[in-house]
């Protein structure tokens, strides 16, 4: 049925909003929202992490991947609803880390993990997933922030952490 309402409202013609059905509209201004939640967490991720949105998405998918494999399956839902819908688009078709990752990993497991994935110096590795951790607690309110870090080890706890 979304699909059906997403195809409808890529096919219809632009300008003409008021005579789609009310489905259509709503659908746009959705898809349109989600675009633009996503489009202002990546600038923000750009920012913080000094890297292009290319980058910056790849390395929030392949932090958040990481670091959705140490919390339960109930605390990475919780933690996807708050987070823009295209990212959690995303982070569930990002199968290829399930097998990647060791059980009970700890950061240095993630940051090589991580800096493999995106090709990373290893010195540059730390600086990119701090920034995407950060990015990510300035999306979900503090109490989902603090849900996900008593799931954590404690040296992931650190990286988790905003800076002080």
Same mark, same amino acid.
Not at 5 to 28: F, K, N, S, W
Not at 84 to 112: D, N, T, V, W, Y
Not at 115 to 122: F, I, K, M, Q, T
């Given at each position: =049925?979304?699909?059906?309402?997403?195809?409808?409202?890529?096919?219809?013609?632009?300008?003409?909003?008021? +005579?789609?059905?009310?489905?259509?509209?709503?659908?746009?201004?959705?898809?349109?929202?989600?675009?633009?939640?996503?489009?202002?967490?990546?600038?923000?991720?750009?920012? &913080?992490?000094? =890297? $292009?949105?290319?980058?910056?998405?790849?390395? /929030?998918?392949?932090?958040? @991947?990481?670091?959705?494999?140490?919390?339960?399956?109930? +605390?990475?839902?919780?933690?996807? %609803?708050?987070?823009?819908?295209?990212?959690?688009?995303?982070?569930?078709? @990002? +199968?290829?880390?399930? %097998?990647? =990752?060791?059980?009970?990993?700890?950061?240095?497991?993630?940051?090589?993990?991580?800096?493999?994935?995106? $090709?990373?110096?290893?010195? /540059?590795?730390?600086?990119?997933?701090?920034?995407?951790?950060?990015?990510? &607690? *300035?999306?979900?309110?503090?109490?989902?922030?603090?849900?996900? =870090? *008593?799931?954590?080890? +404690?040296?992931?706890?650190?990286?988790? &952490?905003?800076? $002080?």
């Amino acid at each position: =049925m979304a699909d059906k309402r997403e195809q409808e409202v890529q096919d219809a013609p632009r300008g003409t909003t008021r +005579e789609l059905p009310i489905e259509v509209r709503r659908a746009r201004r959705s898809a349109a929202h989600a675009s633009q939640t996503y489009a202002a967490f990546l600038k923000h991720l750009c920012e &913080r992490g000094g =890297m $292009s949105p290319a980058v910056a998405e790849r390395a /929030a998918v392949s932090v958040l @991947c990481a670091v959705e494999q140490r919390i339960s399956s109930g +605390e990475t839902r919780d933690l996807e %609803a708050q987070l823009p819908r295209k990212l959690s688009e995303l982070l569930h078709r @990002c +199968e290829r880390h399930e %097998a990647a =990752m060791p059980g009970g990993f700890g950061r240095e497991a993630l940051l090589e993990h991580v800096g493999a994935d995106l $090709s990373l110096h290893p010195d /540059a590795v730390a600086p990119v997933v701090r920034a995407v951790l950060n990015a990510v &607690r *300035d999306q979900i309110t503090e109490g989902e922030a603090e849900d996900v =870090m *008593d799931q954590l080890p +404690e040296d992931l706890k650190e990286l988790w &952490r905003r800076p $002080s």
